[in-house]
């Protein structure tokens, strides 16, 4: 048999392996505290499962769904009006996404041709950098440094790269650094796509998961950025969706209309009674919202302190679900520390390296777990000895 060159670029995905290596511990009856999948395990509030499990009885919502219902396309802009203060036509400038996943590892076959050059972030989410590699396209990686502050610096993009430039991605809130960007940035960011001819996508998936009473809204807001780009957004961590897999792309109607024919030849539309439960979640009582972002908030604060009272000192994240930290200075590779960890500690974290060139030297936490278990994770971790040389 033979197949197709482009797969050998990919190796088996690190959370595929991770999840491999869990399994085979749990069969030996082994304990593991899986800090490593971004995989909430807060659900839905009532009411959003209620209306999941109505529609689901209902043998009239087993059809393909074909395209996206006229109330979902409705409600999304009425979330974006109330929530982030932008305005969006229903019919031009949303498509659904079965999932922020599906829509990043499609959206640059719409955009780039093969040899296209395409800008991601690094450190990143592995599909920042996976989607434009199943089109075909040549990566740039935009780094993102600690001295910066985790932030892109656009101005030292070579000339020449930019100029052969077709796409880029940007996400803040950041996966894996946590962080936020400032408002000068998103203005530099469209000057910069708008002088070269950049489409810009940028994941918003966490704009709900922002501490110390920071808040955090859409690029979108910003004059010009609907001219050159659109923005993905999720119910999986806000709402507790993330096994239904909903998501959205919004923003310019050219880059959405060239998504949905896309996406008409690929799939049936998103499964109906998930439309109708997304309905509900970003139209119904948003009370649920913060709790769930109270919830991390006080995780975040069980680990990060708990890891600081033994010794590993690390950075609280103002924002998402994650903790970025830095391994223990006697670790040369954060895979090295990450499988020792899980070996002596049970303890599972996703390396830095991941998540890019930049991201080595670090590894991620995902706070999925209950206080509690938090707390026993940072005793497993003291009672390993690990973090001594």
Known sequence: MQFARRMDQFGEGIFSQLLDIKRKKLEKGE?????????????????????????????????????????????????YDTRYGVTLDPKTEICSLLGSQEGLAHIALSIVDEGDVVLVPDPCYPVFADGPLLAGAKLYYMPQKKENGYVIQLQDIPVDIAKKAKFMVVSYPNNPTTVMAPEAFYLDLIAFARKY?????????????????????????????????????????????????????????????????????????????????????????????????????????VLCDGFKSIGWNMEKPEATMFVWAVIPPHYEKSVDFAMDLVEKAGVMLTPGSAFGPSGEGHVRMALVQDEAVLQQAVEAVKKSGILKA
Request: some cysteine.
């Open 197 to 301: 001819d950049i489409v810009v996508l940028h994941d918003n998936a966490y704009s709900e998961l922002v501490f110390d009473g920071k808040t955090c809204g859409s690029f979108l807001t910003f004059s010009g950025a609907r001219e050159i780009g659109v923005e993905f957004n999720s119910l999986s961590k806000t709402y507790g969706l993330a096994g239904a897999r909903i998501g959205f792309c919004v923003g310019n109607a050219e880059v959405v209309s060239r998504l949905k024919t896309l996406k008409s030849n690929m799939d049936y539309g998103m499964f109906l009674p998930i439309q109708k439960a997304a309905i509900v979640a970003i139209t119904g009582d948003q009370g649920c919202v913060a709790v769930m972002k109270d919830a991390y908030e006080r995780r975040r604060d």
């Open 31 to 79: 304990t593991i505290i899986d800090l490593s999948v971004g995989t909430p395990n807060i659900p839905p509030a009532q009411h959003i499962m209620d209306a999941l499990c109505t529609a689901a009885a209902d043998p009239k919502n087993y059809i393909y769904a074909v395209n996206d219902q006229t109330a979902l396309l409705e409600a999304v802009s009425s979330w």
